[in-house]
């Protein structure tokens, strides 16, 4: 009912029939009912508060995400709620400043880390603002589907264009290590005296060959299609494995190394070799952004079964990485390493996404990084494997 129909019913109720006031009266409540419960049913919170911040609604979403029950919202202050700082702040300034916010996208803790769309729009009542109205979306599933596409994408092409290179860079590394070992056995056989600064300089060549070997190899890899080897093992006894060969190297720069892993078995059809090597990485990758950083270096790793998802979350207390940088780590050859390939990370991804497995990073400068991944439990990652025409026959799964 608009503005100018209540005024000119009001203005006239005297002379209107009691059975039409009372059938426009059944039609307004209607339609209240109709559209309350499109709010109440939308994912999307939806909050409006009055000019002095104090809350007159909120739709289920709404109260989730301030932690509160319908009964106990209305005329409450928002800002006397304990929720995300960031998010206060942005609903202060649009109230302060009076000015429309239109989806602002911000990373906040609701209790987990969400990526969340903003807008603030001030609503009038004869003329003047009466209060203002708050919608949050949840866009953090759409943010990252983006985000694996654009990785995806970013990998199949550099596939296609450098592959070939690749290969014509290979077949010299191993002429020139071949050449380097014919040149040893000369010296040897012709019985020329030992000369240390020669071997010297023969060692630096083998073992830049070696490097070079590596980054090539490295390339390849992640840039070709794998094919991983699923077999049902125990998560936590891959987990420990890694954390056991990475344990000398972190003992060397003064990093302790906590394992939290949850009680319940952890079962996954996944490769253990490559999923090995891809928490070997992150492991690495959290030690170079603790190490000369801070003395106190900490990395945990951690598991969590819920909602039919095995989690395993391995965070440090290292550097972080700045906003502008976090599109970017999973991009071939993105390093901040002054040595380092900028491909470890890119390895990272591919590993687990071909497990049928997702990854999700989350970090703040100064305070530290968080990796998650996160696998389908073992009965939806059958089902996966069944619909991707990988099908597991019973006399597999026995073996296996």
Same mark, same amino acid.
Do not use: W
């Given at each position: 009912?608009?503005?100018?129909?209540?005024?000119?019913?009001?203005?006239?109720?005297?002379?209107?029939?009691?059975?039409?006031?009372?059938?426009?009266?059944?039609?307004?409540?209607?339609?209240?009912?109709?559209?309350?419960?499109?709010?109440?049913?939308?994912?999307?919170?939806?909050?409006?508060?009055?000019?002095?911040?104090?809350?007159?609604?909120?739709?289920?979403?709404?109260?989730?995400?301030?932690?509160?029950?319908?009964?106990?919202?209305?005329?409450?202050?928002?800002?006397?709620?304990?929720?995300?700082?960031?998010?206060?702040?942005?609903?202060?300034?649009?109230?302060?400043?009076?000015?429309?916010?239109?989806?602002?996208?911000?990373?906040?803790?609701?209790?987990?880390?969400?990526?969340?769309?903003?807008?603030?729009?001030?609503?009038?009542?004869?003329?003047?603002?009466?209060?203002?109205?708050?919608?949050?979306?949840?866009?953090?599933?759409?943010?990252?589907?983006?985000?694996?596409?654009?990785?995806?994408?970013?990998?199949?092409?550099?596939?296609?264009?450098?592959?070939?290179?690749?290969?014509?860079?290979?077949?010299?590394?191993?002429?020139?290590?071949?050449?380097?070992?014919?040149?040893?056995?000369?010296?040897?056989?012709?019985?020329?005296?030992?000369?240390?600064?020669?071997?010297?300089?023969?060692?630096?060549?083998?073992?830049?060959?070696?490097?070079?070997?590596?980054?090539?190899?490295?390339?390849?890899?992640?840039?070709?299609?794998?094919?991983?080897?699923?077999?049902?093992?125990?998560?936590?006894?891959?987990?420990?494995?890694?954390?056991?060969?990475?344990?000398?190297?972190?003992?060397?720069?003064?990093?302790?190394?906590?394992?939290?892993?949850?009680?319940?078995?952890?079962?996954?059809?996944?490769?253990?070799?490559?999923?090995?090597?891809?928490?070997?990485?992150?492991?690495?990758?959290?030690?170079?952004?603790?190490?000369?950083?801070?003395?106190?270096?900490?990395?945990?790793?951690?598991?969590?079964?819920?909602?039919? *998802? +095995?989690?395993?979350?391995?965070?440090?207390?290292?550097?972080?990485? %700045?906003? @502008? =940088?976090? /599109?970017? &780590? !999973?991009?071939?050859?993105?390093?901040?390493?002054?040595?380092?390939?900028?491909?470890?990370?890119?390895?990272?991804? *591919? +590993?687990?996404?071909?497990?049928?497995?997702?990854?999700?990073?989350? %970090?703040? @400068? =100064?305070? /530290?990084? &968080? !990796?998650?991944?996160?696998?389908?439990?073992?009965?939806?990652?059958?089902?996966?494997?069944?619909?991707?025409?990988? *099908?597991?026959?019973?006399?597999?799964?026995?073996?296996?």
């Amino acid at each position: 009912m608009n503005d100018s129909f209540e005024k000119k019913i009001l203005k006239n109720i005297g002379r209107i029939p009691t059975e039409q006031i009372r059938e426009v009266l059944l039609n307004e409540y209607s339609q209240r009912n109709f559209f309350e419960k499109i709010i109440e049913a939308i994912p999307t919170a939806f909050i409006v508060i009055d000019t002095k911040t104090n809350i007159e609604y909120a739709n289920p979403s709404g109260l989730r995400l301030l932690g509160r029950t319908q009964k106990k919202i209305k005329g409450i202050n928002i800002f006397s709620i304990d929720f995300d700082s960031a998010l206060k702040a942005i609903i202060q300034n649009a109230v302060c400043e009076s000015e429309k916010i239109i989806n602002h996208e911000l990373t906040i803790q609701t209790p987990s880390v969400s990526i969340v769309s903003i807008s603030c729009f001030p609503f009038l009542h004869s003329g003047h603002i009466s209060g203002y109205i708050l919608t949050i979306q949840n866009i953090t599933d759409a943010v990252n589907d983006k985000l694996r596409k654009y990785h995806k994408d970013s990998i199949e092409s550099l596939a296609y264009l450098t592959a070939g290179v690749a290969h014509e860079i290979k077949n010299p590394l191993g002429a020139l290590d071949l050449h380097i070992q014919l040149v040893r056995r000369f010296i040897e056989k012709k019985d020329i005296p030992d000369l240390p600064e020669l071997n010297d300089l023969l060692t630096v060549i083998e073992e830049e060959i070696r490097r070079l070997e590596r980054i090539v190899n490295d390339f390849l890899f992640s840039v070709r299609p794998i094919k991983p080897n699923l077999r049902r093992e125990n998560i936590h006894e891959v987990i420990k494995d890694a954390a056991e060969f990475a344990e000398v190297e972190l003992q060397q720069k003064n990093i302790t190394l906590d394992l939290n892993l949850c009680a319940e078995p952890a079962e996954l059809r996944i490769d253990r070799d490559y999923f090995r090597q891809a928490m070997i990485n992150i492991i690495q990758n959290a030690a170079y952004a603790i190490d000369g950083y801070r003395e106190d270096g900490k990395i945990e790793i951690a598991t969590e079964i819920q909602n039919e *998802k +095995i989690a395993v979350i391995i965070s440090d207390n290292g550097r972080g990485i %700045s906003k @502008e =940088n976090m /599109g970017k &780590v !999973f991009e071939p050859f993105f390093s901040t390493k002054e040595i380092g390939t900028g491909l470890g990370l890119t390895i990272v991804y *591919k +590993i687990i996404h071909e497990q049928h497995g997702d990854i999700i990073i989350d %970090s703040e @400068e =100064n305070k /530290g990084t &968080v !990796f998650r991944i996160e696998f389908p439990s073992l009965s939806r990652q059958v089902k996966l494997l069944e619909n991707s025409g990988q *099908k597991t026959t019973e006399k597999e799964e026995k073996r296996n």
